[in-house]
Nanobody
């Protein structure tokens, strides 16, 4: 069984920072790719940033220059460093991970985490 869990959300003032973590555990070989999504009040879920293998990350325009995605392969964890936070960044942040099967490491299964709440006060 595989678990993908986000953590690191919380309440922060405008201009502050948070670091979100997306950790995969259980019967996995490694994380192939992670995409961070968010759902802000009144809007549909939208992609924020993603990283595939060791390729350069891709960011949504509204977070470029403020958010940075990174990974620690030894810990099967991907991070989203969020700086210069704005009230409009408030929402639930989700991790979507492609996890490689240890028995068939060419095959990736997709998992969503449960989300972590980020609240930015003005």
């Amino acid at each position: 069984q595989v678990h993908v869990v986000e953590s690191g959300g919380g309440l922060v003032q405008q201009g502050g920072s948070l670091r979100l973590s997306c950790a995969a555990s259980g019967n996995i070989f490694s994380i192939r790719a992670v995409a961070w999504h968010r759902q802000t009040p009144g809007k549909a879920r939208e992609p924020v940033a993603n990283i595939i293998g060791n390729e350069n990350p891709i960011y949504a325009d509204f977070v470029k220059g403020r958010f940075t995605i990174s990974r620690d392969n030894a810990k099967n964890t991907v991070y989203l460093q969020m700086n210069s936070l704005k009230p409009e960044d408030t929402g639930v942040y989700y991790c979507n991970a492609d996890v490689l099967d240890p028995i068939a490491p060419w095959r990736a299964d997709n998992y969503w985490g449960q989300g972590t709440q980020v609240t930015v006060s003005s």
